[in-house]
């Protein structure tokens, strides 16, 4: 699976969009992008994945740059209960690509 | 419905002793993911089980570790004996398929071992 690149720590401020880079510049053409978080203390959550198109869902937006090497998960109005650990993952699909590889990933807090 | 369920949510427990971690997947899952995590290696997976058997334990650190899954809605990962570097926060994980699907985390065991 290709490997990311994601900022150590990011600051937002409540109410602002926060945005999350991650760069994946050796990424295949059959990877997908994920996006999971880690609020203290709790388990990962799954929030999005998308292939080559944009997607949205009640969580977040994901943005995947036109030549796949980069991408940026969106939270439109971030609260505090959205500072958590956040984890960019490339896996393939199918097969025995079950594996899920957590990086060090982006600290995101959210400021009131 | 309920998400998955570990238990316990803490142990604390003396070098030497048996550990067992007990997990129910969300109904109707038919594949699962115990994971450990710590502060210099961050979430690594031990194990994975698809409709109860075991595909991938690579990542089981030694003999000392154990996992089975006895039926689709109980899995059990066991150290014995445990030491002080297996302390760490264990995670059990749970999808509907393998590979495509998204996995779905428990709140974590977390485990210290004096």
């Known amino acids: 699976d290709a490997k990311t690149t994601q900022p150590p720590s990011m600051d937002c401020a409540e109410g602002r969009a926060a945005n999350l880079p991650c760069n994946h510049s050796?990424?295949?053409?059959?990877?997908?992008v994920y996006w999971y978080r880690q609020i203290h203390s709790q388990g990962p959550q799954y929030i999005i994945h998308g292939l080559k198109n944009n997607e949205t869902n009640e969580m977040a937006s994901l943005i995947i740059t036109e030549d796949r090497k980069s991408s940026t998960l969106i939270l439109p109005h971030a609260t505090l209960r959205d500072t958590a650990v956040y984890y960019c993952?490339?896996?393939?699909?199918?097969?025995?690509?079950?594996?899920?590889?957590f990086g060090k990933g982006t600290l995101l807090t959210v400021n009131p | 419905d309920a998400g998955v369920i570990q238990s316990p949510r803490h142990e604390v427990t003396e070098m030497g002793q048996e550990v067992t971690l007990r997990c129910k997947p969300i109904s109707g899952h038919n594949s699962l993911f115990w994971y450990r995590q710590t502060m210099m290696r961050g979430l690594e997976l031990l194990i994975y089980f698809n409709n109860n058997v075991p595909i991938d334990d690579s990542g089981m650190p030694e003999d000392r570790f154990s996992a089975k899954m006895p039926n689709a809605s109980f899995s059990t990962l066991k150290i014995q004996p445990s030491e002080p570097r297996d302390s760490a926060v264990y995670f059990c994980?749970?999808?509907?398929?393998?590979?495509?699907?998204?996995?779905?985390f428990g709140p974590g065991t977390r485990l210290l071992v004096l």
């Open positions: 050796t990424i295949s053409g059959n990877e997908y």
């Open positions: 993952i490339v896996k393939k699909s199918g097969g025995s690509n079950y594996k899920l590889t």
């Open positions: 994980a749970s999808s509907f398929g393998g590979s495509e699907e998204t996995q779905y």
